[in-house]
């Protein structure tokens, strides 16, 4: 009457022990962690526009190959460095060149998990696991992975090698790939040109009026003299008079 209980009972001890086994084990396997940081690659993408739209936290732009870009809701934290002073969003112009810089440096690592448990060999179930009494005095089962080897008395072997009563030292080596990345991100901007001045076409200058020249004042003609007749004769005289004059002087020499 009483065999079912008592069966029953055994049971739900036994399940108790081992969750109190597992639970010890667990404290008893010693895990250390390794990480190799490997070099880094870092790669630099630029993507330039133009400021067409600026409306509350939207912002449209004009993308360096033609295409235009709607950003609806630009946070307030975003900020823009041109000429040396940082902008948000209420600061942008329409006309402002933009420049975006995104540096992502991409670095490769190595994890190595290392597991180690010491303990005396109990119960052996070869290939698949191995139950060890650990050094707080508590048995604990072990799955052991393909390739597993132990260590005992300074040598190899594998689960087929251990025998009850051994000390074996059983080390796990798991190595994982990760990848870290980490992106930088740098917005630069400039400020449009400023409009050219209003210049007029023409320009009018006021050009003097030169004064009227004063009329020349008519030659003068002289009065006409009488015939030329008396002024032959006056000479003719002239002339009989020298040569007189020089007849007289030649004598007296």
């Known amino acids: ?8 009972l055994s049971v739900l001890a036994v399940s108790m022990a081992f969750a109190a086994f597992e639970a010890t084990a667990m404290s008893q396997v010693q895990t250390t962690k390794s990480t190799e940081t490997h070099a880094p690659t870092v790669t630099t993408t630029v993507a330039r526009g133009e400021v067409v739209y600026v409306s509350g936290n939207q912002l449209v732009v004009k ?5 235009m870009r709607d950003f609806p809701n630009v946070p307030e934290s975003a900020r823009v460095t041109v000429n040396g002073q940082q902008m948000g969003i209420h600061d942008l112009k329409p006309g402002m060149k933009l420049e975006k810089t995104i540096t992502t440096t991409t670095t490769p690592k190595t994890i190595t998990t290392v597991q180690t448990v010491t303990g005396k060999v109990w119960h052996v179930n070869a290939p698949s696991s191995v139950i060890l009494t650990l050094e707080d005095g508590t048995n604990q089962q072990f799955k052991v992975p393909k390739g597993q080897t132990f260590m005992v008395n300074g040598n190899k072997t594998d689960v087929f090698g251990l025998r009850k009563g051994m000390k074996v030292t059983a080390t796990k080596v798991v190595e994982e790939s990760a990848t870290e990345v980490a992106q930088h991100t740098a917005i ?3 400020l449009p040109p400023p409009p050219p ?3 007029p076409i023409l320009i009018a200058v006021a050009v003097p009026t030169p004064a009227p020249a004063a009329a020349a004042a008519p030659e003068k003609e002289l009065p006409k003299t009488g015939s030329p007749l008396p002024l032959i004769g006056l000479l003719g005289l002239l002339c009989l008079a020298g040569s007189f004059t020089l007849k007289v002087s030649r004598n007296r020499a």
């Open 63 to 67: 993308m360096e190959d033609g295409t």
């Open 188 to 190: 630069s901007g400039q």
């Open 1 to 8: 009457m009483n065999t079912k209980p008592n069966t029953l």
């Open 197 to 199: 001045p209003d210049a």
